[in-house]
């Protein structure tokens, strides 16, 4: 008898691990497109596998359902339907070898943000597939038949186009979606994780505090008060992270202090940075790395340089230097610098689309859509995957609001996709934390 608890655990969890998700293999839905008319039919197709990701970066449960849009270059609606997620390939996909071929993939889900790629570029003859860590890559590889070592696989399709005479071709890409109310896990990001596994960020938070006590105690109040200002603070630290100028240094390794006031807010942090960084941006904006932003006063006050990263479609860095403004910090000079994420790259969407609709409904810029831009924007050319440390989870009862932040207030924001026909409309959401 007394062997009884433990058998019935390990009943219990030989059934957990058997009819686990993440042990069964995920197989993709496969819609097949009705085929062109006239002289489009002898046209070259495509298929192309969606993997839709939740705010955890992991595939949504198999079985979800998710209303997937498909639209060509010239704006035309290919694919409009409900499909069994979390992979959904598309097969008949038409390629007409001019700016039709540049896809735009937009997925909504009840109760979640629409999210979205644009300007998929398709090519003939290529097979690619995106992966995002060892356990997507052993799901995806075990669905489509391709096993990969490598967080992108491309290969030339050699044989099997020349088998298909050169009408098939396969591509993949991934979309994340995130709760319209959200919950928003910071276990990735306590003192002591940070200290452990994000050593550089660890180094900027803490500066300037008389103590490690002191600043544990400013983190977690940040995080407990004003989990907004944390959230970007953590999306930009991490977009930094990522980026190398050409001597393969990081832009996080210039900054030495954060400004610890009102100025850290949910769209942007000022800290005071070496000079050499502006050196390297310079550098960086020959090499077509960065964009110099033209009278960055306007919309900077006190700014005399601005730049943006020109890498992505979405959610590009943006460091405004305020030169006038130095500080001696050890014995060294530094110079102030602003730092934020705009949701565009192009200047004038940023400005009607982000700017203007902000100053309307006195809102800023929502870090929860930043770290979903710009997770899409990076897995739409194949970067590392973007990771802040912490993950989005929908709110529920064991994780109610945290009613006393001033940052918990309804936004509403509309996004227009990069190429100017589809909207995705971010309803009315929350913040909650843990």
């Known amino acids: 008898m007394k062997n009884k608890p433990s058998f019935f655990l390990g009943l219990v969890v030989l059934l957990l691990v058997a009819t686990s998700p993440l042990r069964a293999a995920v197989s993709p839905t496969v819609v097949t497109i009705d085929s062109p008319t006239g002289a489009r039919a002898q046209c070259p197709t495509s298929s192309l596998t969606v ?18 849009r498909i639209f060509d270059g010239r704006h035309k609606q290919i694919v409009s339907g409900f499909y069994r997620g979390p992979m959904i390939r598309f097969d008949g996909l038409p390629l007409q070898d001019d700016f039709s071929d540049y896809f735009t993939v937009v997925v909504s889900r009840p109760k979640y943000l629409d999210g979205g790629i644009a300007a998929i570029s398709i090519k003939k003859g290529v097979v690619s597939v995106r992966i995002d860590g060892p356990a997507q890559a052993a799901e995806i590889a075990e669905a489509t038949g391709r096993a990969t070592n490598s967080p992108v696989a491309e290969a030339d399709s050699g044989a099997d186009e020349a088998k298909s005479n050169d009408t098939q071709t396969v591509h993949s890409v991934d979309v994340m979606l ?91 942090f000022f800290a005071w940075v070496e000079p050499q960084y502006i050196h390297e941006l310079e550098l960086g904006t020959q090499q077509g790395a960065w964009q110099q932003q033209v009278v960055p ?41 602003e730092t934020d994420i705009d949701f565009y790259k192009d200047k004038l969407a940023h400005i009607f689309l982000e700017v203007i609709p902000n100053l309307v409904v006195g809102g800023l810029t929502d870090p929860r859509l930043v770290y979903q831009l710009r997770w899409n924007a990076g897995a739409s050319i194949d970067l590392p995957s973007f990771a802040p440390p912490y993950v989005v989870l929908p709110a529920s009862r064991e994780h109610p609001e945290c009613s006393k932040s001033h940052e918990h207030r309804d936004l509403k924001n509309i996004i227009r996709w990069p190429d100017r026909s589809i909207r995705g409309a971010f309803h009315k959401s929350k913040i909650r934390m843990h």
């Not at 319209?180 to 300037?208: M, T």
């Not at 943006?308 to 102030?336: F, S, W």
């Open 51 to 68: 993997n839709v990701f939740d705010g955890t970066r992991q595939l949504v449960p198999e079985g979800t359902e998710l209303l997937v």
């Open 178 to 268: 995130i709760p319209q109310h959200a919950f928003i896990d910071f276990s990735q990001a306590s003192a002591s994780e940070l200290k452990e596994h994000y050593g550089e960020y660890w180094r900027i938070i803490s500066s300037g505090a008389a103590s490690d006590e002191e600043a544990q105690a400013r983190w977690n109040r940040l995080l407990a008060k004003r989990p907004l200002s944390a959230m970007c603070l953590l999306n930009i630290l991490t977009a930094m992270s990522q980026f190398h100028f050409s001597d393969g240094q990081s832009p996080i390794v210039f900054y030495k202090e954060i400004i610890w006031d009102k100025t850290l807010a949910q769209d942007r």
């Open 297 to 337: 006063g306007i919309l900077h006050p006190g700014a005399t340089r601005a730049w943006k990263q020109a890498q992505l479609e979405n959610a590009n860095l943006n460091p405004t230097a305020h030169e006038n403004d130095i500080r001696v910090i050890d014995g060294r000079t530094y110079v102030l610098m």
